[in-house]
Nanobody
């Protein structure tokens, strides 16, 4: 079955960086778009970035120029490099894939930006 496992979250000071990873299994990774979402305290889940199977990337306006999504098809892993982090980036970050007509989610990884 489809499994998505995130890692790399933690506590970081404002202006710092983190790299999140999401290891995928159970489907042909290279054939599917992968996305990162986040859900902050008291907020709805929102799209952060997406990587299409053809490597086209998209970003939410609030992360453009600061975050970079990338993927390694040989490792079935998608990454989210987050630079210039702000306190408002504090959230649980989720990896997601839409496979066989259903959206799958990882368990999430907590990112806290605080001094």
């Amino acid at each position: 079955q489809v499994q998505l496992v995130e890692s790399g979250g933690g506590l970081v000071q404002p202006g710092g960086s983190l790299r999140l990873s999401c290891a995928a299994s159970g489907f042909t990774f290279s054939n599917y778009a992968m996305s990162w979402y986040r859900q902050g305290p008291g907020k709805e889940r929102e799209l952060v970035a997406g990587s299409a199977a053809g490597l086209t990337t998209t970003y939410a306006d609030f992360v453009k120029g600061r975050f970079t999504i990338s993927r390694d098809n040989a490792k079935s892993t998608v990454y989210l490099q987050m630079n210039s982090l702000k306190p408002e980036d504090t959230a649980v970050y989720y990896c997601s894939a839409y496979v066989w007509g259903r959206r799958y989610w990882g368990q999430g990884t907590q990112v806290t930006v605080s001094s």
